[in-house]
């Protein structure tokens, strides 16, 4: 027993993700940063200085806070553990043991700490861009930034205050440790001044955002009259002749 266990003594864990490390035997790193309802991916190699790969990863649930789950997939060249830190988790660091072992040959794994510091929110969110303006039939584009901070991915849901056919919701995934931009393109079917909000929601947690915009949209004869679902303007009816006048100049023009 001895002899089968000598080809695996001291054989290193390659850590892909969050971190690109080396660990040894008990060796502890710490990862990084996560939020409070966010799953934390760590990536290991199956090949290893011995002549046996990995084949399995565990995590010591004995060392986890009540309510974290914990689930463990296979590829074809890693294993990856996924670590679900509660939504009503405590702010602090916590310390996780891992292990990984060979089937034919368990009782030769090797163990590794990681740390992740849980924080109640890593997400920066601002909309540049304000009060846009356009012409009736034309979109508006408001630019909304966004950064996450953590070493999990993070699910957004972006709404507005408009109705469903000037904006529609939409879900934004960010990457770990991501920042990106991103495009929110708002279609007036009605002329005048309107102020509305978009909000972003998290997924995972509580944490919303809210913004207050402004869009001001000009006539043009082809817009009032291209559509028709648009309903009433903005402005008083008996104001319609004149935006109607100033449309046909801006299409003579």
Sequence with gaps: MLLLALPFSYAAIYMVEPKDIRLSANEEAFLGKAAVGETVKIVIKKKNDSQLEWNQLSVNQLLLPQYWETETQETDKTLIAFV?????????????????????????????????????????????????????????????????????????????TLPDYWFRQETIVLLPLEKRTVELPVMPYSYGEKN?????????????????????????????????????????????????INALLSLIA
């Design 196 to 244: 509305f909000s978009f909000i972003v929601s998290s997924m995972h947690n509580s944490r919303q955002f809210a913004f207050a915009e402004k869009i001001g949209v000009k006539p043009t004869l082809l817009g009032v009259y291209s559509a028709p679902s648009a309903g009433f303007a903005f402005f008083s009816p008996a104001l319609i002749p004149y935006y109607l």
């Design 84 to 160: 679900k830190i509660p939504a009503n988790a405590t702010v602090s660091t916590q310390r996780l043991q891992l292990a990984a072992s060979n089937s034919s040959l368990p009782s030769a794994g090797e163990s590794f700490f990681a740390t992740v510091a849980v924080n109640e929110s890593l997400l920066s969110v601002s909309i540049e861009k304000l009060n846009q303006g356009t012409i009736l039939g034309s979109p508006a584009s408001f630019d909304l930034v966004l950064n996450n901070d953590s070493i999990a991915e993070h699910s957004l849901l972006v709404e507005s």
